[in-house]
């Protein structure tokens, strides 16, 4: 269980526990160095928790990450501090605290910098409504972009990534489970109606077809449309896929698609699937990347 809770002065011991670990494990990361935090000594620690907005995550009652908020002069909020420990990554913790210090920021834009190098902080910070705003050098300043980049993000890690591998992987079965129980599938080159079962033994039997002719499989999606609020989404777009055969030979077509998902027990699902056959490589390429959330956003 994931608990996040504000921090202040008498916090101090447990803030330079996390602080310190953290300045030895991303020493690149921050801009302050484990050399000149190591020996400070309790009044420091007091001074420097009676400074912005400082929240500390706990996973199963141990202390597991830290962020800070601080004012800048144009009314933002600058995110900063943000840490991890190591046994508890991949766990929500991240996400917590930044859950915690945004809503904390109300109307208030929130802002960070991040190394550019960092792919696995800007990553972190794509999935939670962050997009980027600026590069000078190797420094990348991102902008909270309101709750619609989250959700955006949500349905690229729930569907949209995992609907490509398990493309490239000929793994029909993670395919099939992206989509609910109740499914309405329409058009294809049939263009037909079906429900989940019929969907699914079409795409088994496709599926192997293409593996005993030693064919392989990719799709890209490119997007025209995006609109969701949090829980539902309808999704327009088009899709790029490329068959390849045995011996080396491809086929590229294109398509138009419409979907539309709703959150299941926290994961996002499709619940209707349109496509058709009708798009060109240039509707391909004039239609969004899916990690380009820009002109989706309503905030």
Do not use: C
């Not at 995992?162 to 490239?168: E, I, L, S, T």
């Not at 005993?212 to 499989?217: F, L, N, T």
């Not at 539309?260 to 969004?288: E, L, M």
């Amino acid at each position: 269980m994931i608990t996040v809770r504000a921090v202040g002065v008498d916090d101090w011991a447990t803030w330079r526990e996390l602080r310190l670990a953290a300045l030895a494990d991303a020493p690149d990361a921050f801009g302050a160095t484990l050399r000149e935090w190591q020996d400070a000594d309790e009044q420091r620690w007091r001074d420097r928790l009676a400074v912005g907005r400082n929240l500390v995550a706990e996973f199963d009652d141990k202390p597991a990450g830290m962020v800070s908020g601080f004012d800048n002069p144009d009314g933002t909020l600058e995110l900063g501090t943000l840490w991890v420990t190591p046994d508890a990554r991949g766990r929500g913790v991240g996400e917590a605290l930044i859950d915690g210090l945004v809503d904390w920021a109300g109307e208030r834009t929130v802002r960070l910098e991040v190394v550019t190098s960092n792919t696995h902080a800007r990553d972190l910070y794509r999935r939670n409504g962050f997009v980027d705003e600026q590069q000078v050098g190797d420094r990348l300043t991102m902008v909270h972009a309101g709750p619609t980049a989250r959700f955006l993000a949500e349905l690229n890690a729930d569907i949209w990534q995992p609907y490509r591998d398990a493309y490239a992987a000929g793994d029909t079965e993670a395919f099939l489970a992206l989509h609910t129980p109740e499914l309405i599938r329409a058009g294809g080159p049939g263009k037909t109606v079906q429900g989940f079962d019929e969907y699914a033994a079409a795409s088994r039997t496709w599926r192997a077809e293409m593996d005993e002719r030693g064919s392989r499989v990719a799709i890209e999606f490119r997007f025209t449309e995006r609109i969701t609020d949090g829980e539902l989404a309808s999704e327009r777009g088009v899709y790029r896929l490329t068959a390849t055969r045995a011996d080396g030979d491809q086929k590229v077509f294109h398509g138009h698609f419409h979907t539309f998902a709703r959150k299941i027990y926290g994961h996002w699902r499709i619940a209707v699937d349109y496509d058709n056959t009708d798009a060109s490589p240039a509707d391909f390429d004039a239609a969004t990347d899916p990690d380009d959330f820009t002109a989706y956003l309503t905030r």
